[in-house]
């Protein structure tokens, strides 16, 4: 059955994305259809689709109702190639530009919305420039993921990486300098071992110089995407990159970071809780152009 798919395009630091109201949930769409949606030559072009439905109509949104009975919308992420992931961090301020723009929620300057995702609960409120999105506790990999070699196309030999999960699975790689880092041939997807069931994304990160300055920590960052390949931007990545950094730098390292990734600058806070240090990704978030699609 063909049908018309209207659709809005959106980005944040240049990680962009095909974002899709569904609010009763009736949109079936297959991983191929996603894929073919995101084709930046046969399709409308983006780093990954994402579905506005309400919580209640998805068995995982049904989870995060349980946690929290706000998180009303639930952000239902799909990477370019079609396969699901539990969290994205530039994604999650898009989607709420997203909701802001279709009149589906309404947010003041001081108020927070709860979303849904498959990572759990998230919080976004408005920032200077764009949103801040509470991305909760970070974690070390455990086990063989916590310090797995990486390969990459255009590295002499195999660097240590440091497994990192913000909600979806990251490794963090540091590498010597600038020249290095632009040099990085990440059209091959980098090669871990040993190699995450779930696969993982990889973000390469060099230190500014200073490392830090007026107290705020400074890094640049490249990195390939699970399910996505090379981006302009990840939020979730630049938030691995930044506690990564700080974890390797001990005791005295800051608490707040600004990450320049190919597509702009983001910020990540650290702020400790009971459960363990939570992280904030801050940066822009716009809504580029409508569109429909004719599927089927
Ligand atoms: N670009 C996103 C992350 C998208 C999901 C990722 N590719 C995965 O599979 O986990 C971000 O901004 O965080």
């Excluded at 063909?2 to 962009?16: H, P, R, Y």
């Excluded at 349980?66 to 961090?89: H, I, K, L, Q, T």
Aim: glycine share 12%.
């Amino acid at each position: 059955m063909s049908f018309d798919l209207a659709f809005t395009k959106g980005q944040g630091t240049g990680n962009d994305f095909v974002l899709v109201s569904d609010p009763d949930g009736d949109l079936d769409l297959t991983p191929t259809q996603i894929a073919a949606i995101c084709d930046r030559r046969f399709g409308v072009g983006a780093d990954g689709l994402i579905r506005a439905v309400r919580s209640r109509h998805l068995p995982e949104g049904a989870a995060t109702l349980a946690d929290d009975p706000r998180a009303v919308w639930f952000m239902d992420y799909w990477n370019a190639d079609g396969s699901v992931s539990e969290m994205c961090g530039n994604g999650i301020r898009v989607f709420t530009a997203f909701l802001i723009d279709q009149a589906l929620v309404e947010l003041a300057d001081d108020e927070s919305i709860a979303i849904g995702t498959r990572a759990g609960v998230r919080r976004v409120r408005r920032a200077p420039g764009g949103f801040e999105a509470d991305l909760g506790v970070w974690r070390l990999a455990e086990g063989e993921a916590a310090e797995p070699l990486v390969r990459a196309k255009s590295l002499p030999v195999a660097r240590p990486g440091l497994g990192i999960d913000v909600g979806n699975p990251h490794v963090v790689v540091a590498l010597a300098d600038d020249d290095e880092l632009a040099g990085l041939d990440l059209g091959y997807a980098p090669v871990l071992e040993p190699a995450p069931l779930a696969g993982a994304n990889v973000e390469f990160v060099v230190p500014a110089d200073p490392l830090v300055e007026d107290g705020v920590g400074r890094i640049r960052m490249r990195v390939h995407e699970r399910g996505s390949g090379e981006t302009l931007s990840c939020g979730t990545g630049a938030v691995a990159s930044a506690v990564a950094v700080r974890y390797w730098a001990g005791a005295g390292a800051p608490d707040e970071w600004r990450v320049q990734v190919p597509g702009g600058v983001l910020g990540v806070r650290v702020t400790a809780s009971d459960e363990g240090e939570r992280v904030w990704l801050s940066g822009p978030a716009e809504l580029v152009f409508d569109g429909v699609l004719a599927l089927g």
